[in-house]
C-alpha cells in the first residue's frame, strides 16, 4: 500500500441524481517502528516518508536525541527498524521508560505535565524572534503546498521553517505524523533547529507541545486553535505558540516576547 | 480542571496592532481508564462526561460487550475505573488481547485489518437504510449543535442519530473520544444501535470504522474525507461509509444499497 494517495469507486448522491464515479483518497496504512530489537510503537499513518517518520518518532517521544546515535536504519513497506550504537541507552525521559517503570500498557509523559517545574524546565532560546510579517509569509507559503490536502480534504500538514520561508514540508493522515516526519527529515539531514520554527496545519494539543520541547525548537505556529493543556505547557515550558493565523492576523498564546 | 472551554490571556497581532485580550480556549486534560485492577489507557480529552468516554473507549476497543457486564463505575476527575461482574473475562478482540499476546506496548487491532476474510466478518445488518434527505436533515442539525466548536475551533463532534434526527450528542478534542463519548452514553442507556447511524465532524480513519464494528453499527456519516483504509475495511465489513456530505450532495464509498 504504497504512495499518498488511491482511486476508489463512489456513488456520488445529488438530490435524485446518483452517479459512480472514481475518487480520490488519502491512504492510510499501518507502520510498526523498531528501536534494535524492540518494538515501539504500531502507527496509523500516509504511506510514504516512512523513515522521516520513524525517527521523527523516536525524537519526539524521548528515545533519540542526535544523528550520531543512529548505527543503520532498515526500511521496509510496514516497518522501519532503526539501530543504534552499542553505547545506546533509552534515556529516562522517553515514553517507554514510563510504560516500563509503571507497568504494561501505561503511561503517556504528558501525563505529569501539571506538576511539571516551569524553571526546570525552560531551557529553550529566548534569542530568537519572528515578525509577524514573516510568520504571514511563511504560512502563505504552507496553504500553497498543502497539495494532497487539496486532492482529499483528508490530511494534516507540517513544515519546518526559518525566518523567510520553509525548508521542509510533509503531509499526513496524522496531525502528529506529518510533525514527526519533518522532525526525523531535519535529524537526518542535520538541520539545526534553533533559528527555525514549526508551522503545523491542524490543532496544537499537548502532545505537539512535547514534541516542540524534545527536539528543542522555541515556536510553533498553527492556523487553527490550541487546547487549553497546550497553552499550559507552552507557558511552562518557555515556548511560543501562535495560532488562528489567518488572513492579517493571529493570536499569540505563550511568550510573546518571541514575536516582535 | 473541569469543564470545556476555559479563559487563557493572549495577545491579538494584526498589522502593527498589538491587543491583550481573553480567549476562549478548549481545555485539554488526561483521563486513565481502568478495567478493574488493569489500566488500559492514558487518554487526552476534553475533561466532560469522562464516563460515557471511559465506557465507550471499552466497547469500541472490544473490551466490553454488553451495559450487563459492568457491575459499577467510578468516576473521579482524572480516572474512570469500570468494575464488572465476576464472571467477566476480557474478549479475545480487545486491543489488550492483541498487546498481552505479542509483548507490552505491541499491536493495535486494525494492524491486521487487510487480512481479514470478508465474508466471515459481515455480520452487520442490511436491512437498515436512510434516504439522502435524512441525511441532509441530520447533517443540518448536527452542524448546528457544534457549539464548542464555534466557540473554540478545537473540538470535533460526534452524534447518534435516527432517520428523523439526533438522539445524543458529543464533543471532545479527540475525534476518537466523541465518538467513544456517543457510544458509551448509547450503552448505559440501553439505547439499540440496530436502526441508528454514527454522525461525525472529522475524518473517516480504519480506527473509526473499526469501533463501528465493535458497536454494531452499520452507517457512518461524515462532513469530510475517509482514508483508504477505512474505505476497504467498511467495504469488508458490511459498513456503509457517506463522506463529504455538504450542501445538497454527498460521497457514498461503500455500501450504497443503504441510501435509497
Redesign the interface.
Known amino acids: 500500500?504504497k504512495g499518498k494517495v488511491?482511486i476508489?469507486n463512489?456513488?456520488?448522491?445529488?438530490?435524485d441524481k446518483?452517479k459512480e464515479l472514481s475518487?480520490k483518497?488519502?491512504?492510510?496504512?499501518?507502520l510498526?517502528i523498531f528501536l534494535n530489537e524492540?518494538?515501539?510503537?504500531?502507527l496509523?499513518c500516509t504511506p510514504y516518508d516512512q523513515t522521516y517518520l520513524a525517527v521523527g518518532f523516536l525524537i519526539s517521544d524521548g528515545f533519540l536525541k542526535s544523528k550520531e546515535e543512529i548505527r543503520n536504519i532498515n526500511t521496509s513497506e510496514d516497518r522501519v527498524t532503526v539501530y543504534t550504537d552499542s553505547s545506546y541507552k533509552i534515556p529516562e525521559t522517553s515514553q517507554?521508560q514510563g510504560?516500563?517503570t509503571s507497568?504494561?500498557?501505561?503511561?503517556?509523559s504528558?501525563?505529569n505535565w501539571?506538576e511539571i517545574d516551569p524553571l526546570e524546565d525552560v531551557l529553550i532560546d529566548l534569542d530568537f524572534s519572528l515578525s509577524?510579517d514573516q510568520i504571514l509569509e511563511v504560512m502563505s507559503q504552507f496553504e500553497k503546498r498543502s497539495e494532497l490536502f487539496r486532492e482529499?480534504?483528508?490530511v494534516h500538514s507540517a513544515a519546518l521553517a526559518k525566518k523567510d520561508g520553509i525548508i521542509l514540508f510533509n503531509e499526513d493522515?496524522g496531525r502528529h505524523n506529518a510533525v514527526d516526519k519533518v522532525l526525523g527529515e531535519s535529524l537526518l539531514k542535520g538541520i539545526k533547529l534553533k533559528d527555525k520554527f514549526l508551522v503545523i496545519s491542524g490543532?496544537v494539543?499537548?502532545?505537539i507541545v512535547s514534541k516542540l520541547k524534545h527536539s528543542g525548537l522555541s515556536t510553533v505556529v498553527s492556523r487553527?486553535?490550541?487546547?487549553?493543556?497546550?497553552?499550559r505547557m507552552a507557558q511552562k515550558l518557555g515556548i511560543t505558540l501562535v495560532g488562528?493565523v489567518r488572513g492579517?492576523?493571529?493570536?499569540?498564546?505563550s511568550f510573546?516576547v518571541r514575536?516582535q
Open positions: 500500500m488511491k476508489y463512489a456513488t456520488r448522491i445529488e438530490k446518483r475518487e483518497v488519502a491512504e492510510e496504512a499501518v510498526r524492540q518494538e515501539i510503537v504500531v496509523s517507554l510504560i516500563l507497568g504494561c500498557g501505561k503511561g503517556k504528558f501525563a501539571e509577524p482529499t480534504a483528508g493522515i490543532r494539543s499537548s502532545d487553527t486553535a490550541p487546547t487549553g493543556l497546550a497553552v488562528f492579517s492576523r493571529m493570536t499569540v498564546y510573546p514575536i
